[in-house]
């Protein structure tokens, strides 16, 4: 699935590589449901523990029951896309057209696909299978895939120079008996010691180098074996049936359903044993060189998934074209692994037990009418009301950790939701017009609105505790003032307690629980308007789109509460939504018979910008009603104050004759650094204590909101992306009437980096020294390198035998290049070299 989003310009997979679930990234866009995600039309955006506490937001997609993939660009206006903010990726599944030649009406379709040779790299027999037939009052089609593979070789060929200036070493670690190498050191890191706002550990900024051991270490390792916990089984089933009435109407009901089950790892953070200083062998494997050590540690996960859909459509006139469509969806995650070390229970087993239910109702009706002056129009007005239920059980550090401790110590513990249970309504409501025929000028424009209730059910977190502003007096004061009125010492003192616990109580102080339910509700808002010109006779067409649209956060957003790797993190309830304005602009040139009469051209170049205000990331926070300091270890989602921006060229070209073709396509994202800016209270019930050590009395004046602060967050590395450049180029011979099929894919994604915000007065004396890199005055971004550019070459061969069987073989990654992606704290590698042979048989 990676490989296909990877071939869409402006579009890639945020997910690991073998993981069966994907998570679309659009244009920057990506997690929590910020792009709008659906199979067969039912919108899927799942989310999941990650070890970085990513933003996931995952569709389950089986790519052997796979069709087509339809992707829209910016804000488009629909009941599917409501409650997003742009960019929309529907995925269709098999249909009877796809495996039934020409004027039959039985058929069946068998696809199968192995590795073979010593590069089969862990693909083992997959394949899926088709059976269908039609009448003329019904179409009935089954499905089934199955797939399984074994952990794969990573690539081992690559720059070394290359690799020591750009490989993000702190995500990689290198282990020998005595752990020589665990603790980078200034020389080999080009910032190191660098702290963020809250003084703390999590939220600091290192970035570290390979040293020329480290990358002959790591060839080694990548060349020894397989990576473990890049396994993957999976397989799913499909059903399609489809009634026509065979009215004057054009009336017909689908059914659609889908069952999937996955078991996968995921999150896998290597480590590589190498040999000792003196040439010796100690830790195991490790006789010839550096070795993968061991099972690295991983997010256990299995998923399984149901999707069922019921729809229905006719035309009775021009105005009146009604679709319904009824779908319930289930999704059912358990994922395990071992508190690290670094947690409060390290060597523990943890869990996340989610499951995701949603059903509901889609209404829309096209009409089609003519308008003097605009000429033909249509109207597309739609209606969504659908529920969405989510129930966990998970098992944290410090709920495990809090029971440890009842039972050790008798100390009562009450149970702090990591994730807690919700459940939510939504309805939509959308309208749009557009213009039809074949003129010119062609221009649509939309509204929709989502009202969006949620109740979050058996909360328990933590606020502040302070009631009001003024001085609360203290009990020294209160002594001191009974004294001077006459009272003896004995007498003051015992009136002054009393007095103080009265102030104590009148001002409060110290942590309050919240416990219970809470409700909130959303109204979000999206608009679009679009417009394009055909030069007639030209085949050239410039368009122009610009749309706003609004999200919602998430429970587990607002209420993630808990303790990860000694990290806290605490509830938000005061999330905002989020707000995007896109834009897209561009330019498509088609011309058939070009050079020749049979062949065809299509070229276009893009540029998009999205603006996200809002966007919910990562920073320190003060609770209601708690006194503020710029130093605080606590985290939550808050909405950045600063505008996140994502922006770029996207360019297409394919070109297409009888005897070869070549397709090609390019993003190159315009650099832009976001940061993190977020208020101290975004209550906006803040204050500021001050003692007068004196008298004992503590001062509360009101701040609201509290201060401005401006950071990089913990998760850096996936805030702070900066967007690589990326493409591919496909070039193929199609001799023998386009029986045969002979090319090869060149990828191509540029350096991948980062960018922090450093803040000087956070930093302590001295910290400077230990970056080889100069830092900013004041405040500034510093950019990490984390891997290098990388160009991978495929080959494959096709052959058409006859009208039934077709076969080949695709070898990928010819070259061996080691390619990866960072996530917070590991990296994700892809497959080395790997050969498949695959077929396809239609009877």
């Known amino acids: 699935m990676a490989d296909l989003l990877d071939s869409i310009s402006g579009v890639s997979a945020n997910n690991l590589y073998a993981a069966p679930e994907t998570s679309v990234k659009v244009q920057g866009i990506v997690g929590y ?215 004057t109407y054009d009336q ?16 896998q953070q290597p480590i590589i044993y190498i040999p000792e200083q003196d040439g010796s062998s100690v830790m195991p494997g490790t006789e010839n060189g550096a070795v993968w050590g061991g099972q690295p540690w991983s997010v256990g996960s299995e998923l399984k998934g149901q999707v069922i859909s019921l729809k229905y459509k006719g035309a009775f006139s021009d105005l009146v074209n009604p679709q319904f469509q009824l779908f319930r969806e289930v999704q059912d995650r358990k994922q395990r692994w071992v508190a690290r070390e670094g947690s409060v229970v390290p060597g523990e087993q943890m869990h996340y037990f989610v499951e995701n239910e949603s059903f509901g109702l889609k209404l829309s009706n096209a009409s089609h009418f003519d308008a003097a002056l605009l000429g033909s129009l249509r109207m597309d007005a739609g209606v969504e009301i659908a529920r969405r239920n989510k129930n966990v059980d998970s098992l944290g550090e410090d709920e495990f950790y809090g029971r440890y401790i009842e039972e050790t110590m008798g100390i009562e513990y009450k149970g702090q939701k990591w994730d807690p249970d919700s459940r939510s309504e939504t309805m939509g409501l959308t309208l749009a017009l557009s213009t039809e025929g074949d003129g010119p000028w062609q221009a649509s424009a939309g509204i929709g609105w989502q009202r969006v209730s949620m109740d979050i059910y058996d909360l328990r977190y933590q606020i502040g505790g302070i009631r009001k502003a003024g001085t609360q007096y203290g009990r020294t004061y209160y002594r001191d003032l009974l004294m001077a009125q006459g009272y003896d010492r004995r007498t003051a003192v015992s009136m002054a307690t009393e007095l103080a616990r009265q102030q104590s109580e009148e001002f409060g102080g110290g942590s309050i629980w919240v416990e219970g339910d809470e409700k909130k509700n959303y109204n979000l808002k999206q608009a679009n308007f679009a417009l394009q010109y055909t030069k007639p006779g030209t085949g050239l067409t410039t368009y122009a789109s610009i749309g706003y649209s609004e999200r919602a956060p998430t429970s587990s957003e607002m209420y993630l509460y808990g303790m990860w790797l000694r990290q806290g993190f605490t509830a938000n309830p005061h999330l905002e939504p989020e707000k995007n304005l896109s834009l897209n602009l561009g330019v498509n040139y088609q011309r058939k018979a070009w050079l020749m009469s049979q062949d065809s051209l299509s070229a276009g170049v893009g540029f998009y910008r999205n603006r996200i205000r809002n966007y919910i990331g990562y920073g320190p926070i003060w609770h209601e009603n708690q006194a503020s300091s710029e130093q605080n270890g606590v985290y939550a989602s808050v909405n ?65 909101k509290g201060d401005r602060l401006c950071y990089s967050g913990w998760n850096w590395v996936e805030d702070g992306q900066i967007e690589p450049i990326s493409g591919s180029l496909t070039m193929a011979l199609t001799p023998y009437q386009g029986k045969l099929e002979l090319g090869g894919t060149l990828h191509y994604r540029g350096k991948q980096r980062a960018s922090y915000w450093y803040v000087e007065s956070a930093q302590g004396n001295g910290s400077s020294v230990h970056s080889s890199v100069p830092l900013p005055d004041g405040e500034g971004f510093v950019t990490a390198n984390l891997y290098p550019s990388v160009t991978k070459l495929d080959l494959f061969v096709n052959y058409r035998f006859s009208n039934n069987l077709k076969a080949g073989v695709y070898v990928s990654n010819l070259t061996d290049r080691m390619d990866a992606t960072p996530t917070t704290f590991g990296y994700n590698f892809y497959p080395g070299r790997t050969i498949t042979a695959n077929m396809e048989y239609r009877f």
Request: glycine share 12%.
């Open 33 to 247: 449901g910020r792009v709008s995600q659906s199979l067969e039309g039912v919108t899927q955006n799942f989310h999941a523990f990650t070890k970085d506490i990513g933003r996931t937001g995952s569709i389950f997609v089986d790519p052997g029951l796979l069709s087509s993939i339809d992707v829209t660009r910016g804000v488009s206006t629909s009941t599917g896309s409501l409650g997003s903010l742009g960019g929309s990726v529907d995925f269709k599944y098999m249909d009877l057209d796809d495996i039934l030649f020409p004027g039959k009406n039985f058929g069946g379709m068998v696809r199968g696909q192995t590795g073979f040779s010593k590069y089969r790299n862990g693909e083992k027999p997959s394949g899926s299978f088709f059976l269908g037939g039609r009448n003329d009052r019904w179409d009935v089609m089954v499905g089934a895939s199955d797939s399984r593979n074994d952990a794969y070789k990573i690539g081992s060929n690559f720059d070394k120079g290359d690799m020591m200036r750009n490989f993000h070493a702190n995500n990689l670690e290198f282990r020998d008996s005595k752990h020589t190498y665990l603790h980078p050191i200034a020389d080999d890191c080009r910032y190191l010691g660098i702290v963020g706002v809250t003084r703390g550990g999590r939220d600091g900024f290192r970035n570290c180098q390979l040293t020329s051991d480290k990358a002959g270490w790591l060839k080694q390792a990548a060349k020894s074996g397989e990576l473990k916990g890049t396994q993957r089984n999976a397989d799913a089933q499909m059903l399609r049936v489809r009634h026509f009435f065979n009215d």
């Open 252 to 267: 017909s009901l689908e059914l659609f359903a889908t069952a999937n089950h996955a078991k996968y790892e995921t999150d």
């Open 640 to 704: 950045n104050l600063a505008p996140v921006i994502h922006q770029g060229f996207e360019l297409n070209l394919a070109y297409q004759q009888p005897s070869f073709y070549v397709r090609a396509h390019l993003t190159l994202p315009l650099r832009y650094n976001n940061k993190m800016c977020s208020y101290q209270n975004p209550s906006g019930k803040g204050y500021s204590s001050v003692q007068d050590l004196a008298t004992g009395n503590i001062t509360h004046t009101a701040i609201g």
